[in-house]
Nanobody, 116 residues
Framework: QVQLVESGGGLVQPGGSLRLSCAAS????????MGWYRQPPGKQREWVAA???????NYADAVKGRFTISRDNTKNTVYLQMHSLKPEDTAVYYC??????????WGQGTQVTVSS
C-alpha cells in the first residue's frame, strides 16, 4: 500500500513564501514523475508543476518564476517552494506520483491560504 503524505501548508500573507513537501511510503516501483496540482475554492483541480526522473521541470504559466519543484529520490520526496504568493494561489495543494509501471498515486491535500 503506497501512501503520499504532504506537509507544509498554512496561512501566509501576500508576498510570502511556503515550502510544501510530499513523501511516499510503502512499496512503489520507482517514481517516474512527480507533480503538484491545486484546487482553488469553488474551482476544478489544476496542474501546477511537474518534474521527471531526470529532473526536467515544467510549470503552469500562473506560477512560472515564483514556484520551484524539486525531488529527492533517496527519500521518495517531492517539494514545492513557493515565493511571492498571491491571494489567487489559495487552494488545496495535492502531490501526485507516477511510477514506472504506470500507476498514479495522490496525496491527501494540504491547504494553502494567502491572505492579509
Amino acid at each position: 500500500q503506497v501512501q503520499l503524505v504532504e506537509s507544509g501548508g498554512g496561512l501566509v500573507q501576500p508576498g510570502g513564501s511556503l515550502r510544501l513537501s510530499c513523501a511516499a511510503s510503502g512499496s512503489i516501483f520507482g517514481i517516474r514523475a512527480m507533480g503538484w496540482y491545486r484546487q482553488p475554492p469553488g474551482k476544478q483541480r489544476e496542474w501546477v508543476a511537474a518534474i521527471t526522473s531526470d529532473t526536467r521541470t515544467n510549470y503552469a504559466d500562473a506560477v512560472k518564476g515564483r514556484f520551484t519543484i524539486s525531488r529527492d529520490n533517496t527519500k521518495n520526496t517531492v517539494y514545492l517552494q513557493m515565493h511571492s504568493l498571491k491571494p489567487e494561489d489559495t487552494a488545496v495543494y495535492y502531490c501526485q506520483f507516477t511510477d514506472w509501471v504506470g500507476s498514479d498515486y495522490w496525496g491527501q491535500g494540504t491547504q494553502v491560504t494567502v491572505s492579509s
